[in-house]
């Protein structure tokens, strides 16, 4: 199976771990990513505060650029899928916005294109019982909260994900791995976002009372989707000790004994490893199982 | 022509919405993450906006304290995308020359378009040093973290382009920010 990989830039940059997890264990399940030849930065939360247009063109462009490979999208960062999804839910409304869009972008924009984050892909197309099957590790120490953010799930009318109030998608793939899901109210949450940089006081406020809230619900660690959530949440965290926050897709690499995890830990601002350590998961003899592809 | 504009017939054109549906049940800024550092939340802009109290609105701190979260959208029982009418305002606030009420917001947002015009890629290392220049916040915040990052192999030196850049160009040609 193949998919069209749109990465955004976060996960060239701040969420390299995210890319590389992602693209480790797609590798390992057999799933192909194609990386769409040429792509540009989706604009995120930047472009549609100054110029509408501009704020829809820049992910229209990727979306034509998919076109051709009559492949589904994955779009593994939540600011870039959201800025997809936008983008497709405003020309299927607006027949006159969508001239305007195809003519600043020079070609026609297909909107039929399903546009995919990574946890849809796990969970339709591989689903929680055959991950659970392959996995070669337990993580039952693990003690986690999973955490969406917002753009995968808001506004739910345009992004149409998973459950904006109580998301089970994430839950189901970790409890499928064997970790431990707590009970929070707090996984569609907001981290803060762009305004890290803006106004980082109120991220510190924002990032402390999901983390109080985590550890509240018994969480030894938070667990993402989202690269601009995982780099505040671990930047932004005043307090001691500090709670390190995985990517779901470093938990699942780790889970089917990817040994390709290990360099993913030292990527963290807040080092993992001495959580892996007392949960029994570092430096594991786990072998990843030879797949029998279907 | 009529020259006479109401922030709200303006705010309609650009966003779509329809702010008078508004009847103030506050669950907007009830969930509003930003809400702490806000003069006076979504649903109080909203009537400001029907009041056509435009200097109130377009110089006020919080169209751009708004993190795009959505809560606000998601909420309100008129599906009234108030998270659209923020960028709308922000617009406005920008077209008609408003000094914005938080200035390192606009600062933010015109250096990452910048550099994706000039890239067509973000360029965090590039955003994060003239950011940290030119914002009003103390130089030294976050150099700490920045060199974390960095560290780690996070925040590369060097920018990467699009490969297709006319392309990304283009995008631009009729850009008003």
């Known amino acids: 199976m193949s998919y069209a990989y749109y990465p955004g830039c976060s996960l060239h940059a701040t969420g390299i771990e995210y890319d590389l997890s992602t693209r480790a264990i797609f590798n390992y399940l057999g799933l192909e990513l194609v990386e769409l030849e040429g792509w540009n930065c989706c604009g995120a939360s930047s472009a549609h505060a100054l110029d509408h247009t501009l704020g829809l063109a820049l992910p229209a462009r990727n979306l ?3 076109q051709p490979l009559g492949l589904d999208l994955v779009v593994p960062c939540a600011a870039c899928f959201n800025r997809m999804k936008s983008v497709e839910h ?4 607006d027949t006159a916005l969508k001239a305007e869009i195809e003519e600043a972008v020079g070609t026609a924009i297909d909107t039929s294109i399903p546009i995919r984050p990574v946890l849809d892909v796990l969970y339709e197309d591989c689903g929680p019982q055959w991950l659970a099957e392959q996995a070669v590790l337990r993580l039952q120490n693990l003690k986690t909260v999973p955490y969406y953010g917002c753009l995968l799930v808001r506004p739910p009318s345009v992004v149409q994900f998973d459950d904006p ?4 998608i994430m839950p189901d793939l970790l409890n499928a791995i064997g970790a431990q899901v ?5 996984a569609t949450d907001c981290c803060g976002g762009n305004l890290s940089l803006i106004d980082p006081d109120l991220t510190y406020r924002l990032v402390d009372r999901l983390v109080a809230q985590a550890r509240q619900a018994g969480a030894d660690t938070i667990v993402t989707a989202c690269p601009l959530c995982q780099v505040n949440l671990e930047m932004r965290q005043a307090g001691e000790p500090r709670m390190p926050v995985f990517y779901f897709t470093e938990l699942i690499g780790l889970a089917l004994g990817l040994p390709e995890a290990n360099q993913w830990w030292g990527r963290h601002l807040i080092d993992p490893r001495p959580l892996l350590k007392s949960s029994g998961l570092l430096n594991n003899a786990a072998q990843p199982k030879i797949l029998q592809r279907a | 022509m ?3 504009s109401t922030l709200s017939t303006e705010v309609s054109t650009r966003s779509g919405q329809q702010v008078e549906l508004c009847y103030h049940c506050h669950k907007c800024t009830a969930g509003c993450p930003a809400i702490t550092a806000m003069t006076y939340g979504p649903d109080r ?6 009041l056509d109290e435009q200097e109130a609105v377009l110089t006020s701190r919080d169209i751009w304290l708004c993190a795009g979260c959505f809560t606000c959208t998601a909420r309100c029982p008129n599906d ?3 998270a659209a009418v923020m960028d709308a305002l922000r617009q406005v606030a920008i077209a008609r020359g408003y ?3 938080v200035q390192d917001a606009l600062l933010f947002h015109r250096l990452y378009v910048d550099v994706v015009h000039m890239f067509g890629r973000s360029y965090e290392a590039g955003i994060l040093g003239l950011y940290k220049l030119r914002a009003k916040q103390p130089l030294m915040n976050d150099m700490g973290a920045g060199l974390q990052l960095f560290l780690r192999g996070k925040v590369p030196l060097l920018p990467e382009r699009s490969k297709d850049m006319p392309g990304v160009r283009k995008l631009f040609e009729r850009s008003q920010r």
């Open chain 1, 64 to 66: 034509a650029l998919a």
């Open chain 1, 90 to 93: 405003a020309l299927q409304a």
């Open chain 1, 165 to 168: 109030d109580a998301p089970h």
């Open chain 1, 182 to 186: 707590m009970e929070w109210s707090y």
């Open chain 2, 2 to 4: 009529d020259t006479i």
């Open chain 2, 45 to 50: 802009l909203l009537r400001l906006i029907a």
């Open chain 2, 80 to 82: 009234i995308d108030i």
């Open chain 2, 99 to 101: 000094r914005p009420g």
